[in-house]
């Protein structure tokens, strides 16, 4: 089934508000306001994009990003799972003070949907809103489900299509999505990711002459292998490889072979930004519009696959639900044609917190009181760049996990729930940043001075508590 076949279907009942044409003011950037589109992989390692690394396939149009704007070499996801990492990059709060600091339901009228992001908590949705952009969200969302204050219409998004649960989100051929607060059957029918690219194109085509804030939170390549025949049988016969589905079957895919798949969704995803921005440009607005890819935390090793054969760490410690730099450190790439410098890499070490500042500083919008983030705007333009004094993790699956970075030093407190007094591994990211020297004996100095922050950094929260606990 393609595009055209989809069409009919995608257009129906689109509900995308059209609003009136915004004057765009000069923003403090220097430029009319720019629009902001941030697209958000799932479970994407560091290692799974050839200009990070990436030996067994490609990632050219990604790679063409990155080579005509920024790649970020020390930037962090927000945690080291889905729901919390995306309340960090909702917030501009770290996981000590987030709402959210973990994959946890709750139970709505209309069933069994994720931790629901509090309304008293101010989004960049909101921020940007506030300076007459239109917002949308396509993909998946998991902070909130029909009917609770977390759904993304009442965090300031004008428009939604995707998973609003978390759950529902690791299959690819759903059952329904959202359309904002309707339920769309979809019966297994449809591939999200073709329906997730329709619905954001549109977004972008129908919101062109105004300044625009696109979520593209895409599922590729989080939970099961799945992607349509002409994707993975690209790669089919060059891996070794065991059979892990038959094409047709129960997730009416295409998954001869976990690698096969699994390298096929990653060529998906590359192409669709491909689209994205070859779209951006027929419609005369590249020049004026920030692209921001990332990945919500480190490769995942479910539904098969498999992060030590693609290397999809990079070298890094640790795979999702470690807080070691596999688990947290993630691929960002910014693209502003004439405003960032082609090729430049950035070094400055940045987390999801920091968006929120960002979008704010780009639009002129201001900023939310008491967040932790700090906008990396000033890198992005080649300026002086202010810097964090320590970045901060906490984790409270597996008793409970704490990271702290301070410049060079990278502090881990594993069992560390009920127990603040348990043992710290410390490592110097200079001369160790795949972690495997734990040099806390030989700097009791460092050691306490994370342990103080550690301590002070976490803020207790009775729905999620963690040294109280």
Known sequence: MN??????????GVIIPSGSLFAQKA??????????IYILADDLGYGDLSCYGQKKFQTPHIDSLAAQGMKFTSHYAGCTVSAPSRASLMTGLHTGHTPIRGNKGENTPYGTFDSSLPSLFVTVAECLKKQNYTTGCVGKWGMGGPGTQG??????????????????????????????????????????????????????????????????????????????EEYASK???????????????????????KHASFAGMIDRLDGDVGKIRQLLKDLGIDRNTLIIFTSDNGPHKEGGADPDFFNSGGGYK?????????GIRVPMIACWPGKITSGKHCDHP?????????ACEISGASLP???????????????????????????????????????????????????????????????????????????????????????????EDPEWPFFNN
């Open 318 to 326: 640790g795979y999702k639900r470690d807080l070691y730099e596999g």
């Open 369 to 459: 009181e008491n967040i932790d983030g700090i906008s990396y705007l000033p890198s992005l333009l080649g300026k002086k760049q202010k810097k964090h004094p320590y970045l901060y993790w906490e984790f409270h699956e597996y008793n409970g996990t704490q990271a702290v970075r301070m410049g060079k030093w990278k502090a881990i407190r594993l069992k560390a729930s009920g127990n603040p007094d348990a043992p710290i591994e410390l490592y110097d990211l200079n001369n160790d940043p795949g972690e495997t020297r734990n040099v806390a004996a030989q700097h009791q100095d460092i050691v306490r001075k994370m342990d103080q922050l550690l301590r002070e950094a976490h803020q």
């Open 235 to 257: 790669y089919a016969g060059k891996f070794e490889d065991e059979p892990w589905g038959k094409p047709g079957g129960q997730h009416y895919g295409y998954t001869p072979h």
């Open 27 to 36: 923003s403090p950037s220097g430029t009319e306001k720019p629009n902001i």
């Open 350 to 358: 940045s987390a999801f917190w920091d968006f929120l500042p960002t």
């Open 3 to 12: 595009s055209n076949d989809l069409l009919p279907y995608l257009l129906s």
């Open 151 to 228: 759904h993304p219409n009442n965090q300031g998004f004008d428009y939604f299509y995707g998973h609003l649960s978390q759950l529902d989100a690791h299959f690819y051929y759903p059952e329904y999505l959202f359309e904002n607060e309707k339920k769309i059957e979809l019966n297994k029918q449809f591939y999200s990711q073709d329906l997730f690219l329709e619905k954001a194109s549109r977004f972008i085509t129908d919101n062109k002459n105004k300044p625009f804030f696109l979520y593209f939170a895409v599922t590729i390549p989080h939970a099961e292998l799945v992607v349509p």
